[in-house]
DNA sequence: CTTTGTGAATCAGTTCACAGCA
DNA sequence: TGCTGTGAACTGATTCACAAAG
């Protein structure tokens, strides 16, 4: 045993790695505009946080900051990028190519941030004759010719909320480890297959409940 | 001053605020499969929680369960759903119809869960003849008009990243107060204004990095 | 006897404030 | 002198474990 974990096997709290993304953006950006160094305090402030928790966030990866001068952007960019594994090409597939699957499938922001499409799947025969996005739609009985073939370990599921449990137990047994579900249902998978959500309806929710206590207080003042 | 803080003006955890949702469809699925009566081990269950987190969040709402028996499927339904807000109907607009704005202006579960698509607007003009999900895709000059109109205060992003902010400042001083933001660009908004954004690229990031430390780990015991 | 509702304990995340380095 | 990197303090969320209620 060494002293010290090696390489990137050091632990990074949940709620950095959810930020880092957000930072690479941020850094991408700065990039674009020209600019070749960048504080912490700028930094924060084109990722929307304070500049205390970037450089906390950023001192669980190392330290790659110069003290009174800041960071090196490019520098920066890529030890994040590397970091969260965007180095390297992920091949994707996405099953259910309805609206959101469409949506899903011509999205660019995969593509450019190290994603790569490689098959559409959906199980209904009547979308097989479609193209989008330059793929052409195929049965769901292709899933475990696809994974195989292209060694894919990340699916998207984009089905209806009934057909989305189904889908993820045979993308498991596929070899599938790790879900990003859009179908608005909770999904079981087993230990060792990580599994995300994205609830378009439930964001709205969460607005709605802080629109209601807005107006609620607004009721308040006038009473007062 | 009255020493309990009235009605629903008790504040409930964020945390709580977001799971709420997550509740509420667990017991629509519930009521559906025919369930009049539940212990919050089963409703945890549907959920994917555990039992005492649910506990606890119901606590802050009030006390709808009876001890040694459960808690009622359709009582506690409707108390969440006024908790968060979602018994009335909020009527929201729709920026850019690309791809995404498409598949949410067709999203069934906004309808159904108290949100009412009354205008989808567009900048390019070319996009003005459409009609998308029973809607005239009309131009992005008629903001104001439709916000007054249907007083309008929930806005949906769903442009291209350069265009966000404007047309959030745009929603602002047309007086909307809550905005989602699909775009994938951090927003600005003034105090009082509530701004979450869905950002699909980002959850994909967050799985690539565990997805890559879980190939770490495989070799890792492969030397060991 | 069962299951809720909740203080107390624990754990995770954020912010503060400053030592250490360029 | 200026800005990073980080222990220490704090705040918020989760889990535990049991008293209270039916």
């Known amino acids: 045993m060494t002293a010290r974990t090696p390489d990137s096997a050091r632990d990074i709290p ?13 850094l991408t950006g700065l990039a674009e505009d020209g600019t070749t160094t ?18 906390k966030d950023l ?13 090196d952007v490019e520098y920066l960019r890529y030890q994040i990028a590397r970091e969260i594994g965007v180095t390297q090409d992920w091949p994707v597939v996405i099953v259910g190519i309805g609206n959101l699957g469409h949506a899903l499938a011509n999205y660019s922001g995969f593509r450019s941030r190290g994603f790569r499409v490689v098959a559409l799947l959906d199980a209904d025969p009547d979308r097989h004759t479609d193209v989008v996005a330059g793929l052409e739609v195929r049965s769901f009985e292709d899933l475990e010719t696809i994974v195989a073939e292209h060694d894919v370990s990340i699916g998207v599921i984009a089905t209806p909320a009934v ?10 047994a596929s070899g599938i480890t790790s879900i ?3 179908a608005p249902t909770v999904l079981t998978a ?19 409940y802080h629109e209601q206590r807005k107006a609620g207080a ?3 003042e006038v009473l007062s």
Do not use: H, W
């Open 14 to 26: 949940e709620a950095t790695v959810a930020r880092l993304p957000v930072y690479l953006r941020a």
């Open 38 to 55: 960048c504080s912490s305090e700028e930094l924060a402030a084109s990722a929307g946080v304070n500049s205390a928790k970037l450089r």
């Open 59 to 71: 001192s669980y990866l190392g330290s790659y900051g110069t003290r009174g001068v800041g960071y």
């Open 163 to 172: 057909a989305a449990q189904s889908v993820a137990d045979r993308m498991v």
């Open 180 to 182: 990003l579900n859009f």
């Open 190 to 208: 087993p230990e060792g297959v990580d599994v995300r959500k994205v609830d378009l309806s439930i964001e709205l929710q969460i607005l709605a």
């Open 218 to 220: 607004i009721e308040t």
